[in-house]
């Protein structure tokens, strides 16, 4: 089993800028890859960025340039961030972290909300 837990989404303007995080515990040595997804009110949950443990970077083609995805492996914890730069109204979303191999586990969401 693994934990994922988010911080960090909020109220911003657009071209603004935020930065989330996430907290994986539990067996972490078994992670591989891990992600941020997004789902908007009557859309489909998509995936944003991910990062493979060798710390190889995909990105949806809406954030590249603005979002930064990153990951530091400490021993118990893996940190999983997301800086986001330039937020558009349309990057309004739940944010969910997400680590996927064998089995797929997510956090439970932080809302980010892009608007003046």
């Known amino acids: 089993q693994v934990q994922l837990v988010e911080s960090g989404g909020g109220l911003v303007q657009p071209g603004g800028s935020l930065r989330l995080s996430c907290a994986a515990s539990?067996?972490?040595?078994?992670?591989?890859?891990m992600g941020w997804y997004r789902q908007a009110p009557g859309l489909q949950r998509e995936l944003v960025a991910s990062i493979s443990s060798a710390g190889l970077t995909n990105y949806a083609d809406s954030v590249k340039g603005r979002f930064t995805i990153s990951r530091d492996n400490a021993k118990n914890t893996v940190y999983l961030r997301m800086n986001m730069n330039s937020l558009k109204p349309e990057d309004t979303a739940v944010y969910y972290c997400?680590?996927?191999?064998?089995?797929?586990?997510w956090g439970q969401g932080t809302q980010v909300t892009v608007s003046s």
């Open positions: 997400s680590t996927w191999g064998v089995r797929q586990f």
């Open positions: 539990g067996s972490i040595r078994s992670l591989n890859v």
